[in-house]
């Protein structure tokens, strides 16, 4: 059974920093593309980035490019979401995906979602 679960998020001061983690369980995580996305309150869910399987590559999107950074622990099976410089317009549930596929097109159609953790960044 394909399960993702996110951890890491809390409250944390504007400029401050923290690491999200995406535990993967049922699939080998590194054969796959892990998107990451969030969704603020009242507003639509937003794409935040993304590590493809074949050779690592990264993608963000641009409200996050230079302060965020996505890893992955194959020994873990978990991928990580390293945040920095946080601002209170980055405040959202953020979620992990994956639809099972090698590149990071397929996670925009991800079939498999974590419950999400909250990240509340105070001004």
């Known amino acids: 059974q394909v399960q993702l679960v996110e951890s890491g998020g809390g409250l944390v001061q504007t400029g401050g920093s923290l690491r999200l983690s995406c535990a993967a369980s049922?699939?080998?995580?590194?054969?796959?593309?892990i998107g990451w996305f969030r969704q603020a309150p009242g507003k639509g869910r937003e794409g935040v980035g993304c590590?493809?399987?074949?050779?690592?590559?990264?993608f963000y999107g641009d409200s996050v490019k230079g302060r965020f950074t996505i890893s992955r622990d194959n020994a873990k099976n978990t991928v990580y979401l390293q945040m920095n410089s946080l601002k209170p317009e980055d405040t959202a549930v953020y979620y992990c995906?994956?639809?099972?596929?090698?590149?990071?097109?397929?996670?925009?159609?991800?079939?498999?979602w974590g419950h999400g953790t909250q990240v509340t960044v105070s001004s």
């Open positions: 995906a994956t639809d099972l596929e090698v590149y990071c097109t397929g996670v925009l159609l991800s079939r498999y």
């Open positions: 590590i493809s399987s074949t050779d690592g590559s990264t």
């Open positions: 049922g699939f080998t995580l590194d054969y796959y593309a």
